[in-house]
């Protein structure tokens, strides 16, 4: 599985963007895609995650330092998982990794991006 996290950008308190995580590869084996966060000296944290429960329909989680701000979401056909970030704070600031999660063959993979980087400032 290969991620390709994007939509990173420059944006002012209160300000909006959408990054974008496209997956390409074994895609069907894939369980849940997460959104993480990593700022200068801080551990890597969760920021959402999306997965499905028995009757396909999305389970979302979110942090408690995103809730009503943030939204996970997705789009099946293009095998894509977005983040849309509204009222961007100045410690939203962080670059930004998408995860999946996959089983393949029994076994249980972890795949990570690259990460895109979001600046809140004024």
């Known amino acids: 599985v290969q991620l390709q996290a994007s939509g990173g950008g420059l944006v002012q308190p209160g300000g909006s963007l959408r990054l974008s995580c496209p997956a390409a590869g074994s895609v069907d084996s894939i369980n849940s895609v997460s959104w993480y966060r990593q700022a200068p000296g801080i551990q890597r944290e969760m920021v959402a995650t999306i997965s499905s429960d028995n009757l396909n329909n999305d389970v979302t989680t979110y942090a408690d330092f995103v809730t009503g701000r943030f939204t996970i979401s997705r789009d099946f056909d293009k095998n894509t998982v977005y983040l849309q970030m509204n009222w961007l704070e100045p410690q939203d600031t962080a670059v930004y990794y998408c995860?999946?999660?996959?089983?393949?063959?029994?076994?249980?993979?972890?795949?990570w991006g690259q990460g895109t980087l979001v600046t809140v400032s004024s």
């Open positions: 995860r999946a999660d996959a089983v393949i063959l029994g076994q249980e993979y972890t795949y």
